[in-house]
């Protein structure tokens, strides 16, 4: 992992053009396999981090809590929703796509509860238009077990 | 000859006679039309819009159903949902956020919903149609006075701040909405949603 | 012989553009005398006299409309405000996805702008499906009237977001033509018609507190509370300090209560009036390279129909506050006056246009075609006359409840004589919507909405009641 490299882009000039330049030879930023196990991204995320997730069950509903991160020093802005399943693996209603404003270096907890006692597990969906890249395709690499959240 | 051509193309210029220069209308099939996502975030403008619509109200119902009021008892409390006011000056329709809010509510199973105010009217007739018409038997027609009375009902408001300058137009808006025990007359929960919304020209 | 040829086919070329020749005023002069002679029959005969093509415009659907409304034709009338909302439909696709080619269509300096085909002032386009909302509730359907109310507010978002792009691109195109002139600088230019104290009042050219306040009303007789409630604030921002709008918004909670005691909400709208003409003004203007050119430019004349005004209307011994809610006239004056920026600088370029070509053809010693270049500009130079004129110039409202029945309406016509009416009250809310043009009335007998009333809508056509001075005048006298 290039450590100078990623700090360089951490650091994120303002400038797109750059970024997505090194975003095509950059490997994709690293999650816990729990994390990458329930989150769902359309692309990559490459600004924007899910860093922990917590899942309590109270008064026979899913309570889930969901840390995401801006390691970037500029706004970022994310969709989401949870996709919620119930114990047959039967999705439930779909929900609306949730838009969310990050700040630069700021955390920010998404909060949610099942909307229905059937739900037993969930996805989370995340989605941000201006700093996904597609997955190399070519290489039809399934996503490998990341290591430690890089920071 | 070359010059009345000239003078005519001059002429046409000059008057320019618009007349049939219509917007042509756009051919029955392969317009720009394509069904999108219903859920998507949507920011064609800042006005009150179908996902403000949807995260209200989502995150009033993820909140109320965690209200503890709702859970524990032996049976489902059954809920009427009175008026959300509209305190802004958009044309916002607060029924149709109820609505949402009743429909995943329901769904949710943790709480049933008595007819409300709007829906009373069409109640009553059609309780008085099966009982005073004398057309229907008497074994299938619904008796009268046995309609059940709700124990919390929902009411609620939405107001918004604008601000606006040539470049900037800001809007905020505020949703709440609170569940009252009718009986005693306790707000057993209460929630508000806020959105944040600015264009820049 | 073939000079007579050519001179007949450059007149017969720009006689055979009706646009270019036509003059509205003239036009419509006949239309509106009939109106005011309670003869909207012969009105209509004049109206289709002068549009005898297959072709028809927006403006002719938009008169049609009201001259069939004021006969107490409402589905009639309908059906013409209907294909005139068709029309302004298609100018909305345009607005919301192309605005760029309307806004060229407008800054296209080489065209008249009374050659373009009708499209509509805005005032226009918002008050029409008003006004088709109230003949919809005139035939009864009252869920018909909420979608053109619906249509009403969406219509001036469209309105108000092309508007803004409008006011930029005049700005940026004054800019570039190094074109301050205001019309100020206009010698002899009528500027008080443009900026008297309605003008003035008024927050755009294009919103009218009558549109809000029926949506308020209607959503109301609907029981749809939250969308009647920002109707009546609407009204009240546009319109500050008129009692009458601000009972709307206070009262919206107890009226409710009224309702259950049987009493019905009447909403009586009086239409005055006749919406102002436009007509052309010569004004002589140094143009750089040229000299001087006579350049005509669109004038409101004054509009004393404008001046109707009620305070109260007598519903037999009840008395209605009445209270001025949408001035037309200065709507439409407003309109102008924004207007004026960008028809100056078009009007300059055109000028200097057909003065270069002019001189150069004088220069020539060609007579001809001098003669051609005067014929052309002769018909151009008189400006944009169009406007839907069978609107009313203003409109005032009033708001009582009164249990359902028969009563008189009491209230003096424009030259003062009391005239009485008999009116029947019904349903849960209704519109009584009274016309007065100069001396004489229409008045509509109107259903009330049967939403939460089980009955048969009774429907009664609206007829003129003859000029005041007239028939009852005489019935007082036998």
Redesign the interface.
């Known amino acids: 992992m290039g450590d100078g490299l990623w700090s360089k882009w951490v650091l994120g000039s303002g400038m797109v053009v750059v970024m997505v330049g090194l975003a095509a030879c950059q490997p994709p930023p690293q999650r816990s396999a729990a994390i990458a196990s329930k989150v769902e991204e359309l692309g990559v995320m490459l600004d924007v981090q899910p860093v922990e997730l917590r899942v309590v069950r109270r008064n026979n509903l899913l309570h889930v809590q969901a840390e995401v991160f801006n390691p970037t020093t500029q706004d970022q802005s994310v969709s989401y929703r949870f996709r919620w399943v119930d114990a047959a693996g039967f999705v439930l209603d779909e929900e609306a796509w949730k838009p969310l404003l990050l700040h630069g270096q700021q955390r920010q907890f998404l909060r949610t509860v099942a909307p229905a006692p059937q739900a037993v597990d969930f996805r989370l969906e995340m989605h941000a238009p201006n700093n996904s890249v597609p997955v190399d395709i070519a290489a039809n690499q399934p996503r490998q077990p990341w290591n430690e959240v890089v920071r | 000859m070359r010059r009345v051509a000239k003078l005519l193309v001059v002429t046409s210029l000059l008057a320019g006679c618009a007349t049939g220069s219509g917007p042509t209308s756009p051919p029955l099939v392969g317009g720009n039309v394509q069904y999108g996502d219903a859920k998507a975030v949507e920011t064609v403008t800042n006005t009150f819009g179908s996902t403000d619509l949807q995260m209200i109200a989502e995150s009033m119902t993820r909140s109320m159903l965690q209200s503890p009021a709702l859970h524990g008892g032996k049976r489902r409390p059954l809920v009427t949902v009175n008026e959300v006011k509209n305190k802004t000056s958009e044309y916002i329709d607060t029924r149709a956020i109820t609505d949402s809010i009743l429909t995943q509510m329901t769904k949710s199973g943790v709480v049933r919903f008595v007819v409300d105010t709007a829906d009373m009217q069409d109640q009553t007739e059609e309780l008085a149609r099966q009982n005073q018409s004398g057309l229907y038997k008497k074994s299938t027609s619904k008796k009268m006075g046995r309609m059940e009375g709700a124990d919390y009902r929902l009411v609620g408001s939405i107001s918004s701040i604008t601000k606006r300058t040539q470049d900037i137009h800001d809007v905020y808006y505020k949703f709440s909405l609170r569940l009252t025990e009718i009986e005693s007359g306790v707000v057993e929960w209460a929630d508000e949603k806020e959105i944040r919304k600015t264009t820049t020209r | 012989m073939g000079r007579l040829a050519?001179v007949l086919?450059?007149t017969l070329?720009?006689a055979?553009?009706?646009?270019?020749m036509r003059s509205y005023n003239t036009e419509l002069r006949e239309t509106t005398q009939m109106v005011a002679a309670s003869r909207p029959d012969l009105a209509l005969q004049v109206l289709e006299q002068n549009n005898t093509s297959a072709d028809k415009d927006l403006l002719y659907h938009l008169e049609k409309g009201s001259l069939l409304r004021l006969q107490g034709e409402f589905a009639d009338s309908r059906q013409q405000w209907l294909e005139a909302d068709r029309r302004v439909r298609?100018?909305e696709d345009?607005a919301r996805?192309n605005p760029g080619k309307l806004l060229g269509d407008i800054g296209?300096l080489?065209?008249?702008d009374k050659?373009?085909?009708y499209e509509g002032y805005d005032y226009e386009k918002v008050l029409l499906t008003a006004l088709l909302a109230m003949d919809h509730m005139a035939l009864g359907e009252w869920d018909a009237a909420r979608t053109e109310i619906?249509k009403t507010?969406e219509r001036e978002?469209i309105i108000a977001?092309f508007h803004a792009k409008k006011v930029i691109q005049e700005e940026e195109e004054a800019k570039k033509r190094h074109s301050t002139r205001t019309v100020k600088e206009l010698q002899g230019y009528p500027v008080e018609t443009l900026s008297d104290a309605q003008v003035i009042a008024l927050k755009n050219g294009y919103q009218n507190a009558f549109s809000h306040y029926l949506?308020g009303f209607v959503y109301e007789a609907l029981?749809?509370?939250?969308?009647a409630?920002?109707?009546y604030?609407?009204a009240i921002?546009l319109r500050p300090d008129v009692a009458v709008l601000e009972e709307g918004l206070k009262q919206l909670d107890q009226r409710r209560s009224r309702a259950a005691a049987g009493k019905t909400d009447v909403l009586f709208v009086v239409e005055g009036g006749m919406a102002p003409g436009r007509s052309s003004m010569m004004i002589p203007l140094p143009v750089p390279t040229v000299g001087l050119v006579s350049i005509s430019f669109p004038v409101i004349p004054n509009n004393p129909t404008a001046d109707y005004r009620l305070s109260t209307l007598m519903v037999d011994d009840n008395t209605v506050p009445m209270a001025l809610v949408t001035h037309v006239d200065a709507m439409a004056r407003r309109t102008l006056a924004d207007d004026m920026p960008g028809i100056i600088v078009r009007s300059m370029v055109r000028a200097a246009?057909?003065g270069l070509?002019q001189r150069q053809t004088n220069k020539k010693g060609n007579e001809?075609?001098s003669l051609?270049?005067m014929l052309?500009?002769l018909?151009?130079e008189s400006a944009d006359e169009r406007s839907w004129r069978t609107l009313p110039a203003t409109i005032q409202l009033g708001r009582a409840a009164f249990k359902p029945g028969k009563y008189t309406l009491r209230f003096p016509a424009a030259n003062g004589t009391l005239v009485s009416l008999p009116i029947e009250v019904s349903g849960r809310h209704q519109i009584i919507p009274i016309r007065v043009v100069d001396n004489t009335l229409y008045v509509a007998s109107t259903p009330g909405s049967a939403h939460?009333v089980v009955q048969e809508a009774v429907l009664e056509k609206e007829r003129p009641v003859a000029p005041v001075g007239g028939k009852v005048g005489k019935k007082k006298k036998e």
């Open positions: 050519v086919v450059v070329f720009t055979g553009c009706a646009g270019a298609e100018w345009l996805s296209s080489l065209v008249n050659v373009r085909p619906k507010h978002a977001e949506a029981n749809e509370p939250s969308l409630a920002p109707g604030r609407q921002e246009t057909k070509a001809l075609a051609a270049i052309t500009g018909v151009m939460g």
